[in-house]
């Protein structure tokens, strides 16, 4: 599972203690592996981050930034089984890829939101000019439990494993 809880707007991001409460809710439920994506300048943050996870959880995930190529990102997005991610960039690869995605928006530009359909889920802020940091850890793992249903039988085993 590739997540990407950062963009370049703070209004845009998710927090770090819900991107550790949702991957530890996930791991709960599936033999699932994480790619926690991060800007260059911010993987040092994302790093630490994982440091203060358990091992448990931390043996699971693999912080990633693009180093030479912005392409990097699409290219190993290519390898995901699912992309969770904020609205920026790697939203918009996911949907390309056609990968199963579960977007993470504000409602202050819908129309910018990739169509919902058997495997784009899009989730928005709950208040009009509220933040992506506002949408719950709760409404995530939902949506991330009925993604997981609804692509069951055309995901390899590694996504729906227990």
């Known amino acids: ?16 203690d819900q991107v550790t409460d ?3 809710r996930i791991a ?18 994302l790093e630490a981050l994982l440091e203060s ?23 190993l997005m290519s390898h995901a089984d699912l992309v969770i991610s904020v609205e920026t960039a790697p939203l918009h690869f996911a949907f390309a890829l056609q990968k199963p995605l579960i977007a993470l928006m504000r ?6 939101a990739p169509p919902r359909n058997g495997r784009s889920w899009v989730l928005q802020a709950p208040a009009a000019h509220g933040q992506v940091g506002d949408i719950s850890v709760d409404a995530v793992f939902e949506a991330y439990r009925e993604q997981r249903s609804r692509l069951r039988d055309s995901l390899p085993q590694t996504f729906c494993s227990s």
């Open 53 to 75: 996870w358990p091992r448990s959880l931390r043996d699971r995930a693999l912080p990633f930034s693009a180093q030479s190529h912005f392409f990097e990102l699409p290219a």
């Open 22 to 24: 949702l991957v530890s």
């Open 28 to 45: 709960s439920e599936e033999a699932a592996h994480f790619i926690l994506t991060a800007a260059p300048e911010h993987l040092a943050e």
């Open 107 to 112: 409602q202050k530009k819908p129309y910018w």
């Open 1 to 16: 599972i590739l997540l990407n809880a950062r963009s370049t707007n703070p209004r845009r991001d998710w927090r770090p």
